[in-house]
């Protein structure tokens, strides 16, 4: 199988916020692998991946109150600006997003919403309209010629909560087979993942102002993490690297995501096939419900040595394997 390559010849320095810019391109090569819960093999970017290293942070200067006097100095803070994703020439939605690794942004996206069906991706690049300068390298078109018709999203995906709840679980339970099984992870081993995070999110400790994902093996290696302003852009980044790397389904691999654990980061998990999630904060109710359908590990509240396990898979096996120290019954009522 040849390896194609994306076209890169309108990807160049741009004028980013607080300097020069940069890039680095990684060739890979084009691999075959199964769509997600055994769908038939698609071809997975047969192409060069850009990542983008412009314009992440930009510095202000701010009025800081110290010991009651202000000060002025200046602030790294985040950069957010539009990306808009294109499908074989149609817009399928803009999402507001911390520039960087945008062709897994974009990847993850679409993977996440169906819009590939395990369709081959033949190539990725900035702009289909005209020159990737012109346009901010702020659009992004993949080409998966036997994907099915794009469906538009209305509107702008804002960098707080994406389509949270749009889809019914009865329609992600029809598109998405639930996860197969997999071992349990351990309290103790989500907590490491939690503590190791910290070490990995070096525009988070500059600004304060990004969110993270991370995919993570069963001893609690963390294997890749990106940083966005949006959770959902982070989990769709980790997603998209992991699909170019032919690395999907994440089947007995766990998803980290930083914030509460919404419906649309079960969702995703779900479509990328993780077996856990671990949210710093809560869970809402329809995320669990979404965990239950899925089969899915479901973890919050990880924090300063505590958690919450809101759903474990398979409630036959033995309580120990998952380090709980008594059995608990999900449809048990709860006391009002």
């Not at 390559?5 to 090569?29: E, I, K, Q, Y």
Request: aromatic residues 4%.
């Amino acid at each position: 199988m040849q390896a194609m390559t994306a076209r890169l010849s309108n990807l160049s320095d741009g004028p980013p916020l607080g300097g020069l810019s940069s890039f680095w391109v990684r060739a890979v090569n084009a691999v075959a692998v199964s769509a997600p819960h055994g769908g038939g093999p698609f071809v997975v970017l047969a192409s060069s991946v850009a990542n983008v290293a412009r314009g992440r942070t930009a510095k202000m200067m701010v009025q800081h109150l110290d010991n009651g006097q202000l000060v002025r100095r200046p602030e790294e803070l985040v950069v957010e600006e539009p990306l808009t994703v294109r499908l074989n020439e149609v817009d399928v939605a803009t999402t507001m997003r911390t520039p960087g690794h945008d062709f897994e942004l974009a990847v993850g996206l679409l993977h996440a919403d169906g819009a590939l069906a395990g369709a081959a991706i033949t190539e990725i690049r900035y702009c289909a309209t005209g020159s990737a300068v012109e346009t901010e390298f702020n659009v992004v078109s993949v080409s998966a010629p036997a994907a099915p018709d794009p469906t538009p999203r209305l509107g702008v995906i804002s960098s707080s909560c994406g389509l949270c709840g749009t889809e019914a679980i009865e329609e992600l339970v029809a598109r998405i087979a639930p996860m197969p099984s997999a071992a349990l992870f351990a309290p103790e081993t989500l907590l490491g993942v939690v503590d190791a995070i910290r070490d990995h999110q070096p525009l988070f400790a500059r600004t304060g102002g990004l969110h993270a994902a991370a995919a993570f093996a069963p001893d609690g290696t963390i294997l890749e993490v990106r940083e966005d302003i949006g959770r959902h852009n982070a989990v769709d980044k980790v997603a998209g690297r992991m699909l170019l790397d032919g690395l999907l389904p994440a089947t007995g691999l766990g998803l980290f995501v930083s914030g509460r654990a919404s419906f649309e980061m079960v969702q995703k998990a779900w479509a990328a096939g993780f077996s856990t999630v671990v949210a710093i904060s809560a869970p809402s109710a329809l995320a669990v419900e979404a965990a239950q359908a899925a089969h899915i590990q479901l973890a919050g509240f990880v924090r300063e040595g505590t958690l919450n396990l809101y759903h474990q898979p398979d409630m036959s096996r033995p309580h120990a394997a998952a380090g709980l120290s008594q059995p608990f019954d999900e449809s048990e009522e709860v006391p009002a």
